[in-house]
């Protein structure tokens, strides 16, 4: 009996400084500073973070360190993926969790093409299962991977006040399904009201509908239209590009939007 309490002493042990290790090395991760010439090929390729308060730049380059310490990057179609490349992606996706508390706990692995690809898409009617081929500059999976076009996430990244980015509308995705369902709610901010972020986006969502219908001028991407889902990662792209836009056209869907993530892109310089 000595010996088998022993052993379970042991492995509890073991268990414990596991963990306290990981979380030591996540603590020197996010206070860590990026080298001088990762934030100049940041700033180069991702202008967006130049407008970053000293703070939330700070902030921003923990995460990175973070992204870059847990997922694996991968070329697809003989495509050789870069340092400009990673900390391209990782700027992006670490800038919707710079400010907060969401991580993304299930994601290990990103793909990236050289340009548009192709995806087997599955509808359901009853019964009835088709599967088409559908051309995507992006994809989110469920516990990951993400899928990237790189010249579409470069363009993204590059042009930020068109409301147009690959890499925030597949994060937006992957911040969404940490609720365990990708519908357009993701997990709330603590203080955060259900009901009132259902009553706002859906109160959006359906006026977009109806926009997009009728052929009015829209702020957010008619895209969103597609779906409860697609109408969140779109705002969340105009959020971030377009956001004195967005507060304007949409304010209670910015307000949201600023509580969920602790960000407030309207007044960066």
């Known amino acids: 009996m000595l010996i088998f309490l022993t052993i379970v002493a042991l492995i509890a042990g073991a268990l414990i400084f596991h963990q306290w290790s990981k979380s030591q090395a996540r603590k020197s991760l996010l206070a860590a500073p990026l080298t001088t010439y990762q934030s100049d090929l940041i700033e180069s390729h991702v202008p967006i973070v130049r407008r970053l308060p000293p703070d939330l730049r700070a902030k921003l380059d ?6 870059l310490d847990q997922v694996n990057f991968f070329g697809c179609d003989g495509l050789e993926v870069t340092e400009e490349m990673q900390l391209s992606v990782a700027a992006q996706a670490s800038l919707l969790v710079a400010n ?3 991580w993304y706990d299930n994601l290990t692995t990103i793909l990236i093409y ?8 599955s509808k359901h009617s009853g019964y009835v299962v088709t599967e088409k081929e559908v051309i995507r500059t992006g994809e989110s999976w469920n516990r990951g991977p993400v899928i990237l076009s790189w010249a579409h996430s470069q363009q993204g990244a590059m042009n930020d006040h068109d409301g147009q980015n690959v890499v925030f509308h597949e994060f937006a995705h992957q911040i969404d399904d940490l609720s365990g369902s990708t519908n357009g ?3 709330l901010s603590r203080g955060q009201s259900f009901d009132e972020w259902e009553s706002v986006f859906l109160t959006a969502y359906n006026a977009h509908v109806r926009a997009v219908e ?5 702020v957010i991407d ?7 889902e697609e109408f969140f990662a779109v705002a969340v792209e105009v959020f971030f590009e377009k956001p004195q836009a967005l507060k304007q056209e949409n304010p209670k869907v910015y307000e949201q939007l600023e509580k969920l993530l602790h960000l407030d892109p309207a007044t960066w310089v």
Do not use: C, I, W
């Open 62 to 67: 923990g995460k990175v360190n973070l992204f």
């Open 100 to 102: 907060n508390d969401m």
């Open 114 to 121: 050289p340009n548009a690809f192709k995806s087997r898409q």
């Open 185 to 187: 709610v993701p997990v």
């Open 214 to 218: 009728t052929g009015q001028p829209v």
């Open 222 to 228: 008619p895209y969103g239209a597609e779906g409860h």
